[in-house]
Antibody
Framework: QVQLVQSGAEVKKPGASVKVSCKAS????????INWVRQATGQGLEWLGS????????ADAQKFQGRVTMTRDTSIDTAHLEVSSLRSDDTAVYYC????????????WGKGTTVIVSS | DIQMTQSPSSLSAFVGDRITITCRAS??????LNWYQHKPGQAPKLLIY???RLQSGVPSRFSGSASGTDFTLTISSLQPEDFAVYFC?????????FGQGTKLEIK
């Protein structure tokens, strides 16, 4: 079945970087964009950006420009999100989600990766 | 950025009740509005896309509607498995933005 499997939880110190992975299966990886969304405890969902696995082109939220890097490895059907210069308010659950037809919705989601930023 | 104002933030209801959740967009988004269900420890699940289209495999007790910049998710007869958090999302333009979520609890 179609699924996105994310990497495990991470604990990082402020100022460090974290890289989260999202492995796709059950469909042709290069056909649909991958979005990255996060949710801090008690907060709403926040879109960080998306990547087109076929071209590698990305779109990211202006708020995160310069701190967020999205990449993909088509040989292993995996997308990656790297967040640098981590702060305590980056503590959140990070989700990857497949963009559906024309990126009009997110039809398959990973279960999330918890990232804790603490000294 | 487009702001999505979702209400109520929480809701208590009985099994069998009909409930509605509303999202209001801060500007026009046409019908580029999606609804998701999220249960603890699980991946969010797409319920409704394009304001009123039922995602494949989603029970027909879920429905969506639109009126201008106001959007509604209705569950016609609550089932025990429906108690979860629901949130809306606009896909009209980036940055895609979400409502704050509605926690639906059993009364």
């Amino acid at each position: 079945q179609v699924q996105l499997v994310q990497s495990g939880a991470e604990v990082k110190k402020p100022g460090a970087s974290v890289k989260v992975s999202c492995k796709a299966s059950g469909y042709t990886f290069t056909t649909y964009d991958i979005n990255w969304v996060r949710q801090a405890t008690g907060q709403g969902l926040e879109w960080l950006g998306s990547i087109n696995p076929s071209t590698g082109n990305t779109a990211d939220a202006q708020k995160f420009q310069g701190r967020v890097t999205m990449t993909r490895d088509t040989s292993i059907d995996t997308a990656h999100l790297e967040v640098s210069s981590l702060r305590s308010d980056d503590t959140a659950v990070y989700y990857c989600a497949r963009g559906g037809k024309y990126q009009l919705y997110m039809d398959v989601w990973g279960k999330g990766t918890t990232v804790i930023v603490s000294s | 950025d487009i702001q999505m104002t979702q209400s109520p933030s929480s809701l208590s209801a009985f099994v069998g009740d009909r409930i509605t959740i509303t999202c209001r967009a801060s500007q026009t988004i046409n019908t580029n509005l999606n609804w998701y269900q999220h249960k603890p420890g699980q991946a969010p699940k797409l319920l409704i896309y394009a304001a009123s289209r039922l995602q494949s495999g989603v029970p027909s007790r879920f429905s969506g509607s639109a009126s201008g910049t106001d959007f509604t998710l209705t569950i016609s007869s609550l089932q025990p498995e429906d108690f979860a958090v629901y949130f809306c999302q606009q896909s009209y333009t980036t940055p895609y933005t979400f409502g704050q979520g509605t926690k639906l609890e059993i009364k």
